[in-house]
């Protein structure tokens, strides 16, 4: 099959949702019709970078490729509008394997009202895949940014965190040899825990509804964790040129975090801090809005708010145990 | 340097240019201000495949990668607006490499009044560029897709053609070694015309100017020649559902073509038709609007619009020479 024929193949499987696109994969370029901002993010999943054949399944891959994107668009409050996906496709990837790939990528398009509006096909050494999203608000000022938290605000996150990294660590014990062996962790978790933390990090969802539910509550300043905790809250602190000072103990653990962490000998804390890929939302907002924000995001994601901590006129961040202890936000290199 | 200091010297050097954008590279995402529609394209360049870093300097490697992106707007007839790149960095690459590519990239960008919006970048096994440039007019009607050509329309170029090819043929031929060898064609050659060759390969232009210039003009359809004029004639004959009648002796040949192409033991016309990458513009517009058009390509780009033939109710593309022999668009696939 030439690239024309799978191309064509490919766009037969698109999903045409999202009444901003006027015309989708196949000519020079698409054509939507814009609200009056865009934000616009580009974002790479690498093979042997960013994720394994062997650990995760090609829909897989493809869903995350177009989830870690549009984390960017939730942490903006924008409403999704387009992606455009590059696939560099390895000699040892077949058709079938493109479209699979593909099909992770439609579902959650579909899911998310994201139009998959166009694309580009190339060989490369390794699987490639460089998403483009671009979603929309009716002003510029309806958008979110990470500078804008003020001291005094109350930072809170949505959902559960250290799920995707104790995700990691269950998926690389499956892999006969490695340590450590978390056997005691495997037993001790339901299967259910077990699927649940392992899904956080193969299929991350974007916080999109929760993203415009915090935007349009009247948050200041947002980012999605990415990195982690402790890096992303760094940016905003520095984007926002304030301090943050978050709570240890106040931060949502997902379920079963504790005993994966526990098994590995490594500090369930550090997991929620450091191990990332979580593309839950970190955002700073008046404290008088919390509680109504609070209600939004529920009533529109089904999703936790909790308050971890708060603005301060300093620089960087300080995370706390409740001893007053600094938990160090670094030194967990080896799971990224 | 870690990726986000290399990521804040590369900001640093970004041309802002545009006064869409509202916000650029260093939050979540970019904030732009489009205009009624806009176009959108993505084009990657992956080191091996379609370009080696022994034949093109890294600046022309960052001008070509974003060169043949906003090739696609030209041909929708839309404004440049904003640029983002992904960068795949080998470990080969260092720091200076990567800043060296965002100047090739910026001096288009500032040339052609493209805000580099944003980016990423990632660790890959070989270089790769993918780019994705965002267009903008007032309405989706403005912008000129490949399938209004309408049997009776003439089919017009912009500028010349064959250049990128021979262009490829000469810088091939500087590789010891190699055949042919074009030393016929070298020393025949002034050496300003050598080097506007190696040029059209290495450096392509995007008509954005003449794009919009059709556009206005009142062109029914549009494509840029990246494949070559068989192929991509082939596409908008597909896409409007006509057919295309193209007259060889019409072609308008780069200076300097003739010459390469007697050297390397090739058909000129060849060249022009299979060869690829020129980057010129193939319109189809109502005869009577050929005056017109070709004032404004003149006066908005400086450039030749030829009548090359004309569409017609059959389907696909015939390429014949005077006497009516028919010139295969097929078989130079060695150029690729």
Chains 1, 2 share one sequence.
Do not use: N, W
């Not at 001291?151 to 499956?174: C, F, N, Q, S, Y």
């Not at 301060?312 to 670094?330: Q, S």
Request: net charge negative; aromatic share 2%; glycine share 14%.
């Amino acid at each position: 099959m030439g690239e024309f024929e799978l191309l064509a193949r490919m766009r037969e499987r698109l999903p045409r949702t999202g009444a901003r696109l006027r015309l989708g994969s196949g000519d020079d370029a698409a054509i939507s019709l814009p609200g009056g901002a865009t934000a616009t993010s580009v974002d790479a999943l690498v093979e042997g970078v960013h994720f394994c054949r062997e650990q995760a399944g090609l829909e897989q891959i493809g869903h995350k490729a177009l989830s870690t994107a549009l984390s960017d668009l939730a942490a903006m409050g924008a409403e999704p509008g387009e992606a455009y996906v590059v696939l560099g496709v390895p000699a040892d990837l077949d058709e079938e394997g493109c479209l699979q790939l593909l099909d992770g990528l439609a579902e959650l398009a579909a899911a998310t009202g994201t139009s998959l509006a166009g694309g580009d096909l190339t060989r490369a050494p390794v699987l490639t895949l460089t998403t483009t999203v671009v979603g929309h608000a009716e002003s510029a000022s309806d958008l979110v940014t990470r500078s804008g938290a003020r001291p005094g605000d109350a930072l809170v996150v949505t959902g559960e965190l250290g799920g995707a990294a104790a995700g990691l660590l269950l998926i690389r014990d499956r892999r006969p040899g490695d340590v450590p062996s978390l056997g005691a962790a495997q037993s001790a978790l339901s299967g259910g825990t077990s699927d649940a933390l392992v899904a956080r990090q193969l299929e991350p969802q974007p916080r999109l509804e929760a993203g415009r539910a915090l935007a349009a509550a009247g948050v200041t300043a947002m980012i999605d964790l990415s990195d982690g905790l402790g890096g992303d809250a760094g940016h905003l602190a520095s984007a926002s040129g304030v301090g943050l000072r978050i709570d240890a103990s106040a931060l949502p653990l997902a379920a079963g975090v504790a005993d994966v962490a526990e098994a590995a000998g490594v500090d369930p804390l550090q997991l929620a801090v450091s191990g990332g890929e979580d593309y839950e939302l970190l955002a700073a907002l008046p404290a008088g809005k919390l509680e109504e924000a609070t209600a939004a995001v529920g009533a529109a994601a089904e999703l936790r708010l909790t308050q971890i901590g708060e603005v301060t006129r300093g620089e960087g961040v300080e995370i706390r145990r409740p001893g007053g202890e600094l938990l160090k936000a670094t030194g967990f290199d080896q799971l990224r």
